[in-house]
């Protein structure tokens, strides 16, 4: 026998959307439909929270600013401590000494399962690494903003430190993130430091803390981020021989990255050298060191495009300490360096990334 559903003169509700329509159900199937409707509505609202934690992750520093400027102008008994925090941030040695200001905590928070989620990041190692050991990291491409380079250092607690014990892996990143309030002390929180030069040489001595740090560095910086075009894989690495160079005096090995599918997590807006983006994104990188880019996500909150990252950890170049390498030294590493990225990306591009184009060095 079927009974009327009791809502069935009405409207039923499917994920906020009206359907007009007559449910003639099974007096035993009623329980089994009300379980699977809220099993749907359960999963909808899951999706619907981990788009916004991405989404808020990945618009942190605008965020973070507009936060910090609607509390200076608004509200009018916070401002005398806010412009004590400003002075305070300005002069903070925390980001350029080699140590920061990381907590470790931070990293097991649950959000961070929604950000794996989204993503579906994958670490592949061509060969295991030396928790004893310090490496220098390079990471390719750097994409729009670096998300994969952000996973892999271990923001979201599944990085190369998961994989091997005992490894402390610093990131660093331009020294204007630390001019951006609140967002600053996230990115210390988390481990990251500056790229300066200083910096990277604090991170890299065992004297300064007594502990065996890692870096790992986005090597393209900003002149490659106005290359991250969907599928493309150029990259800016002939002239960039600093990180090499540090690594020799260090005497660190040496460890290609690379991320794939970290340029289609945004879309940017074609730029083609001597067009009016082009020189808009170059006018502001003269001005300031770094660049604003124009792109869009999958919708006007920018949201990131859900794409499975991949990063492929090279073979560990090995490198013989010196305090004074020579160019020779550093072009000798440098080009194992290119070969080794050239060979895991042709490697592994027929799985990962099928239908990316051939890599190209631009610079």
């Known amino acids: 026998e079927t009974v009327t559903a009791p809502w069935d003169t009405a409207t039923r509700w499917t994920f906020g959307m009206p359907m007009f329509m007559r449910l003639q159900i099974p007096e035993n199937r009623i329980v089994d439909v009300c379980r699977a409707q809220l099993t749907h509505?359960?999963?909808?609202?899951?999706?619907?929270?981990?788009?916004?934690?991405?989404?808020?992750?990945?618009?942190?520093?605008?965020?973070?600013?507009?936060?910090?400027?609607?509390?200076?102008?608004?509200?009018?008994?916070?401002?005398?401590?806010?412009?004590?925090?400003?002075?305070?941030?300005?002069?903070?040695?925390?980001?350029?000494?080699?140590?920061?200001?990381r907590i470790p905590a931070l990293r097991r928070l649950p959000i961070w399962n929604h950000v794996n989620k989204y993503f579906q990041p994958n670490i592949v190692f061509e060969e295991p690494l030396d928790a004893n050991a310090k490496y220098v990291f390079g990471s390719h491409p750097h994409g729009v903003i670096s998300y994969m380079s952000q996973l892999i250092s271990g923001t979201t607690g599944m990085g190369i430190e998961s994989h091997f014990p005992g490894l402390v892996v610093r990131g660093v990143t331009m020294p204007a993130?630390?001019?951006?309030?609140?967002?600053?002390?996230?990115?210390?929180?988390?481990?990251?430091?500056?790229?300066?030069?200083?910096?990277?040489?604090?991170?890299?001595?065992?004297?300064?803390?007594?502990?065996?740090?890692?870096?790992?560095?986005?090597?393209?910086?900003?002149?490659?981020?106005?290359?991250?075009?969907?599928?493309?894989?150029?990259?800016?690495?002939?002239?960039?021989?600093?990180?090499?160079?540090?690594?020799?005096?260090?005497?660190?090995?040496?460890?290609?990255?690379?991320?794939?599918?970290?340029n289609s997590i945004y879309r940017l807006l074609p730029n083609p050298p001597g067009s009016l983006v082009h020189r808009f994104e170059m006018a502001v990188r003269s001005a300031f060191g770094f660049t604003i880019l124009l792109f869009h996500g999958r919708n006007l909150f920018f949201t990131p495009y859900k794409t499975q990252l991949t990063a492929v950890v090279g073979r560990p170049i090995k490198v013989e300490r010196n305090l004074e390498p020579t160019a020779r030294d550093i072009e000798v590493y440098h080009s194992q360096y290119v070969e080794e990225l050239t060979r895991i990306y042709n490697k592994h591009r027929p799985k990962y990334a099928p239908d990316a184009r051939d890599m190209h060095f631009v610079a």
């Open 41 to 101: 509505a359960s999963a909808f609202l899951e999706e619907a929270l981990t788009i916004v934690i991405v989404t808020m992750w990945a618009t942190s520093p605008i965020l973070s600013a507009l936060v910090f400027f609607y509390l200076l102008i608004c509200i009018k008994t916070l401002r005398a401590l806010l412009v004590v925090y400003l002075v305070l941030s300005f002069f903070d040695p925390r980001p350029y000494d080699g140590v920061g200001r």
């Open 177 to 262: 993130t630390f001019s951006i309030p609140f967002f600053r002390d996230y990115v210390l929180a988390m481990g990251c430091l500056s790229c300066d030069r200083n910096s990277i040489r604090q991170i890299l001595s065992e004297r300064r803390h007594r502990l065996r740090q890692s870096l790992l560095i986005v090597v393209g910086g900003a002149e490659e981020s106005m290359l991250a075009h969907d599928g493309s894989a150029d990259l800016v690495l002939l002239k960039r021989r600093g990180f090499i160079f540090e690594a020799v005096r260090a005497g660190c090995d040496i460890v290609p990255i690379y991320n794939f599918n970290e």
